[in-house]
Each structure stands twice: as C-alpha cells, then as structure tokens.
C-alpha cells in the first residue's frame, strides 16, 4: 500500500511521523507533497520518505491519500488532481466545514471519501481525531484508515452531522487549554514563581487533571469536588470562575467554533 499526503505542515508532518515511529508504514511506502521547497527537502531528508512539490504526482502513486492543506486551498488542489484519482483510492479529508458531499461535488465522482478532524497534540502523539465515511467505503478500508490515524493518538468514529462539534472541542480545543496554562502561569509569576517553574505546574496539573478523566471513571464534577476542601482555597478559587462566567465562556466559545466550522 502506498500513502500518499498532500501538504506537509504542521499537521501533516505530524501524522506522517506518528505513522513512521509507530511502524504502521516504512518510509518506502509513503510519498508526500509539499510545495514549499524548504520544508519539502527538510521532511524528506529527516524521514526517508519520497517528496515532490507536485500534487498530482502524490494523487497518482498512491492507494490513500491525504489531503493536509488549508481549507482554502482545498477546491485548488482537487482540481489540479481530480483527472488523477481512481475509483479504487481512499480520500482522507482533515479539512473543517468541508462535507462528504462538498468533496464528491468537487471531485465529480463517486469516492471512497474518509472525513476527519485531527488536533495539534498529534504532534506529540497524542492527537484525538473524530472520523466519519462515505458508504463506498468498506469496513475492511476503514479499518485500515483507522490504523493510520491512531498511530498519532485516539481516533473515534462520529456521525458526519457532528463534526462540527468535533472541531469545537477536539480540533480547536487545544487554543483554549493553551490560553488557560498561559493565565495560570501568569497568575503564578505574580505570586512569585519563576517563568519556567509556573508554565510546567500549570501544564503538568492540565496533563494530570485529563489523565484522571480519562483513568478514573469518575464525572468531572466529581473530581472538581475532591478538590474544593470545606472553606478552604479551591473553593473560594471556583466562586470567581463561576461569577466570571468561566464555564459559560467556554461553551459559548464552542459555540461560535462550531458555526464558523459549517460556515467554512
């Protein structure tokens, strides 16, 4: 099989990494496309892979291919490679707000069409990717696509109307958690810790606040409360947020995240 990525930016390059220090493929079975020169050159003399600063000629060599551009571009590079893609091929798409229909319109035939939206932890292989599929693909095909996508972290299959909602709480979500590490370090400085020691208790206390979710079982409300100690700090710390409309911050957030996701 070969894996063919168009596009090798950030998230890209993050899954072809993931894909290689994972064993999934061999360097030999991946080509990618990146029209930076710069980048091109530097990706494929670290990875081993074949690179081109052609599109086509990634579509035509390859058994999946992902398409790791900019919403923007997207209509540009299914253009130039459209005359190239057989039926057989499996389409990976990472791009918000573009539908299963909006591809098969673009493209002007009946694919094997594969929708996901992957974050920026997958450069730290620990992405989390919503996924969703056109009927033409098998189940046989998705799992192989499956593979592919959690050799950066966890992928989960969603129904294609809740995308949108993955994009707000998955895709986009790691701005979010960035801006609070950012306001508790800062909050850290000004009670006296040094720049350094403030960003790693911030983010080490995110990192090990997600592990319990996950691990635990317990309802994040639950862990919340085995925290706030009768009169003690953290209570007195979650009266603020809850004046301050923390919570209804984020959900508004998330909101308007999602709407500018099926605006795209």
């Not at 966890?154 to 809740?162: R, T």
């Not at 590490?181 to 009670?191: C, L, Y």
Request: glycine share 8%.
């Amino acid at each position: 099989m070969k894996f063919g990525i168009i596009g090798l930016g950030n998230m890209g390059s993050a899954i072809l990494s993931g894909i290689l220090k994972n064993g999934v493929l061999a360097a030999d079975d991946i080509i990618g496309a990146e029209v930076n020169s710069e980048r091109r050159f530097a990706i494929g003399e670290e990875s081993g892979i074949e690179t081109t600063g052609v599109s086509r000629e990634a579509a035509e060599k390859s058994d999946i291919l992902l398409l790791s551009v900019k919403p923007q571009v997207y209509e540009t590079v299914i253009g130039d490679i459209k005359e190239v893609i057989r039926p057989e091929q499996i389409i990976i798409s990472i791009a918000p707000g573009k539908t299963i229909a909006w591809l098969a319109e673009k493209f002007g035939k009946e694919l094997k069409l594969v929708r996901c939206m992957p974050n920026t932890p997958a450069l730290v292989l620990e992405g989390c990717t919503g996924v969703c599929k056109s009927p033409l693909v098998t189940e046989e095909e998705f799992e192989t696509v499956l593979k592919l996508l959690q050799s950066f972290g966890k992928a989960y299959q969603v129904e294609e109307k809740q995308m949108d909602a993955v994009v707000a709480i998955s895709g986009s979500s790691p701005a979010y958690v960035f801006m609070l590490i950012e306001a508790m370090a800062d909050a850290g400085v000004a009670e006296g810790l040094p720049r350094a020691s403030a960003y790693e208790f911030a983010a080490q206390a995110v990192l090990g606040s997600a592990k319990m979710v996950l691990e635990s079982g317990k309802h994040p409300a639950e862990l919340k409360d085995m925290v706030c100690s009768p009169a003690g700090t953290t209570i007195e710390a979650v009266e603020v947020l809850e004046e301050k409309g923390f919570r209804s911050a984020i959900i508004e957030a998330m909101r308007v995240c999602a709407k500018r996701s099926r605006e795209l």
